[in-house]
């Protein structure tokens, strides 16, 4: 069953959505707050996301932009009462599928859901050689990396690392297995200065304030986090 989650902060409205959600063959959660609306998407699975604008602990424009971070594959459907055009468009570069202003037809708020689900499940998926959160893309098979828009020099050795490490998103990996991974372009083994100093370039090249993908667990390795912290 899609589980849909609406970020509202009109708890009658809340209600009547997750009433209707429910009534139309869907499981529905409720958050009033930006802060509940975060917290449920790190720990539970939604198949769709309903969301204000306008939030009492924050923009949900700014929380668009969070859980589009967090899983860029979840589709976000605005309901708002400002329906200024510039707003639409804001909501749209957010990555939202859909702008529904208030007041609105239930049944046609139904079919829109509809709609951006249909086409969340016919985008295609990513190649098992290719990473991507829409804002650093890797392709293994051709050896390339975009940052931004912007492409980026990535050595053999780094492409080495960042495969292993994106094969294995959310594992700790040891400096060791690394190491016993990672050759030279001689055929010679890295030695762990050598490690230190790849990775720490590697961050400098895909990384900013706000991508964050390698963390370093003190004492034990690195673990590939996908952007989330």
Known sequence: MERILVVEDDLALNAGLCFELDTGGYSSAAAYTCAKARYLVREER??????????????????????????????????????????????????AEDYVTKPFNMKILLRRIEVALRRGKEKPSVPADRWSDGFLLLDFSSLTAVRGGEKLAITPNEYKLLKTLTENSGRILTRQLLLERLWDSG????????????????????????????KTVRGMGYIWTGGTT
């Open 46 to 95: 939604f198949s769709l996301v309903l969301l204000d604008v306008n939030l009492p602990d924050g923009n949900g424009f700014d929380l668009c932009r969070e859980i589009k971070k967090l899983r860029p594959e979840l589709p976000v459907i605005f309901l708002t009462a400002n329906d200024l055009e510039e707003d639409v468009l804001s909501g749209f570069d957010m990555g």
């Open 187 to 214: 055929g010679n083994f890295i030695d762990d200065h050598t490690l230190t100093v790849t990775m720490n370039r590697l961050r400098a090249k895909i990384e900013d304030d706000d991508h964050p993908y390698i």
